[in-house]
């Protein structure tokens, strides 16, 4: 069944999906009435025509800034720095961060060829460049596994000398080698109260 090993090997490619899972889901779909097919056909093209990118800080968003960097109630003085755009909802979470975010879409990772130029770092220096004395703080949330801290410390190099701001590191709370989108509220939310400068 050719279409069938299709089907399991586009539904592998998605995140945390593994052969088996890939093989539930694809018999799920089949067996799902049409209505239900249909509509997840017609919400994914929806949305993919919908959704873009924030033109500030690259959070997706279906207007051309995001709720967060049109909000007047945000501190411009504090930008956020992280991975993924699931890593904005989990410290929004947490409650414990008012500022601005910027969305580099994924990690350094020379293993696999990403590097600084695959991400929004340019934009990210352009962005800060702008920002002047308003910046008081530019905190790095990337993940704390292999690839966030080589992030995290190209970036402190790169922002480094240049402002008034301070470059800080979201610190204790935060287990080596997790994923910020799977941290429980109070654990984020303290390792941001305790970031470090870097």
Do not use: N, W
Not at 5 to 29: D, H, T
Not at 148 to 169: C, D
Not at 170 to 193: F, K, N, Q, W
Request: charge should be neutral.
């Amino acid at each position: 069944m050719k279409s069938f090993s299709k089907l399991i090997a586009s539904l592998k490619r998605l995140p945390g999906i593994g052969p088996k899972q890939a093989e539930r889901l694809a018999v799920f779909l089949l067996r799902a009435p049409d209505f239900e097919t249909d509509g997840l056909v017609a919400a994914l093209r929806e949305a993919k025509a919908a959704i873009r990118p924030c033109r500030q800080c690259f959070d997706f968003t279906e207007s051309d800034l995001c709720r967060l960097c049109s909000d007047p109630d945000r501190d411009r003085g504090l930008l956020c720095v992280v991975s993924e755009t699931q890593d904005v909802t989990a410290i929004e979470r947490s409650r414990g961060y008012k500022g601005l975010y910027h969305v580099l879409h994924g990690a350094l990772s020379p293993l696999e060829g990403i590097g600084p130029e695959a991400l929004r770092v340019r934009e990210l220096l352009d962005r800060v460049g702008r920002a002047g004395a308003t910046l008081r703080e530019v905190v790095l949330a990337t993940d704390p596994d292999a690839e966030g801290e080589a992030t995290a410390l190209y970036l402190s190099q790169k922002l480094k000398g240049g402002g008034s701001f301070k470059v800080t590191r979201i610190a204790h709370g935060v287990p080596m080698g997790g994923d910020l989108d799977y941290i429980d509220e109070r654990t984020l939310s303290h390792a941001l109260a305790g970031r470090t400068e870097v």
